[in-house]
C-alpha cells in the first residue's frame, strides 16, 4: 500500500515557476514508477509526465516537453514536478499516482494522490 499526498500548488502568472512534490508513505516507494498527471474543468485527466522507480528514464507529453522536469529522491519518498515558463493552459488540479510501468496511460497506475490545484493567471 502507497499513500500520496501532493503540495506546492498555487496561483502563479504566466511565466513563472512552481515545483510540486509528492510525498509517499510506505517502504516499498522506490519500486514503484511515478508519474504526473493533471484535470481542467471538463476535461479529462491527462499524461504531464512519468519516471522510471530508478529515476533513469523520464517520459513527457508534449504539451510540457523542454518546460516540465520530473524528478525523484528515493531517500526522501519524494517525487518532485518543476514546472518553469507556465502558461495559462497549464491550470489544472495536479495528481502524482505510482504505478509499475510509468506509462501516460492512466489504467496502469496503482495508487493515486488527492491533487493540488495549479492557476496560472495570464
Known sequence: ???L???GGGLVQAGG???LSCAASGR???SYAMGWFRQAPG???EFVAAISWSGGSTYYA???KGRFTISRDNAKNTVYLQM???KPEDTAVYYCAAGQLGSYYLGEYDY???GTQVTVSS
Request: proline share 0%.
Open 1 to 3: 500500500q502507497v499513500q
Open 5 to 7: 499526498v501532493e503540495s
Open 17 to 19: 515557476s512552481l515545483r
Open 28 to 30: 516499498t516507494f522506490s
Open 43 to 45: 476535461k479529462e485527466r
Open 62 to 64: 508534449d504539451s510540457v
Open 84 to 86: 518553469n515558463s507556465l
Open 112 to 114: 493515486w494522490g488527492q
